[in-house]
């Protein structure tokens, strides 16, 4: 399993930036797919999960209605759109694959993100 970030970098607030993700050595439209981020000295805070078709996404709270995920099955690629960025989003951003859920499970109101492979993380960096 091999997942590759990028599109990270410096930013103004209020900008927008677009991660992508580059997955390979598993079947990527078999899986469900998060992006998780950790802000320094921070634990990972989870982002958003997609579901294995793109039918079905959650967000966290802190992001929602300003960060847009997505994923493309025929290229293997998974991507976050962020706008409105604020400071509070610099962190580094990586994609991560999540054990295998039920539509069931996933839209229940006790779900948590389970990941089990991530990759290194692309730099996130909202200032002025």
């Known amino acids: 399993v091999q997942l590759v970030e990028s599109g990270g970098g410096l930013v103004q607030p209020g900008g927008s930036l677009r991660l992508s993700c580059a997955a390979s050595?598993?079947?990527?439209?078999?899986?469900?797919m998060s992006w998780v981020r950790q802000a320094p000295g921070k634990g990972p805070e989870w982002v958003s999960t997609?579901?294995?078709?793109?039918?079905?996404?959650k967000y966290a709270d802190s992001v929602k209605g300003r960060f847009t995920i997505s994923r493309d099955n025929a290229e293997n690629t998974l991507y976050l759109q962020m706008n409105s960025l604020k400071p509070e989003d610099t962190a580094l951003y990586f994609c991560?694959?999540?054990?295998?859920?039920?539509?069931?499970?996933?839209?229940?109101?006790?779900?948590?993100?389970?990941?089990?492979?991530w990759g290194q993380g692309t730099q996130v960096t909202v200032s002025s």
């Open positions: 997609i579901s294995s078709g793109g039918g079905n996404i």
């Open positions: 991560a694959r999540e054990i295998s859920w039920s539509t069931r499970n996933f839209l229940s109101t006790g779900w948590v993100s389970q990941y089990d492979y």
């Open positions: 050595g598993f079947t990527f439209n078999n899986y469900y």
